[in-house]
């Protein structure tokens, strides 16, 4: 995976663009998964909260069609190890 930029811009359910600070990029079970925290305050998050997002390869008919697409990880023992295997990785 290329380096991760300093704000990625995503878009929610209302159509908004939200910015999230990328914390790292973990491999598990055969896939990449981010860990993202938002740049500026969401409704119903904390101050300093961070999120998991899975990353999938497209490959569509021409380059605006292809690229990395980025899934909110919900499964909460995906998210316990993504989030685990990153505070491993920081204690090594």
Same mark, same amino acid.
């Given at each position: 995976?290329?380096?991760? $930029?300093?704000?990625?811009?995503?878009?929610?359910?209302?159509?908004?663009?939200?910015?999230? %600070?990328?914390?790292?990029? =973990? $491999?598990?079970?055969?896939q &990449?998964?981010?860990?993202?925290?938002? =740049? &500026?305050?969401m %409704?119903?998050?904390?101050?300093?909260?961070? *999120?998991? *997002?899975? =990353?999938?390869?497209?490959?569509g008919?021409?380059?605006e069609?292809?690229?990395? *697409?980025?899934?909110?990880? &919900?499964?909460?023992?995906?998210?316990?190890?993504? *989030?685990?295997?990153? %505070?491993?990785g920081?204690?090594?």
């Open positions: 995976m290329p380096d991760l $930029p300093e704000i990625i811009l995503l878009t929610n359910d209302r159509g908004e663009r939200v910015g999230f %600070e990328p914390v790292a990029s =973990v $491999p598990w079970n055969d &990449t998964y981010l860990i993202l925290r938002p =740049v &500026t305050p %409704e119903g998050a904390d101050e300093g909260d961070a *999120f998991v *997002f899975s =990353v999938s390869q497209v490959d008919d021409g380059d069609d292809s690229g990395s *697409f980025l899934s909110m990880v &919900t499964d909460d023992a995906t998210i316990d190890a993504v *989030f685990d295997l990153y %505070e491993k920081l204690s090594s």
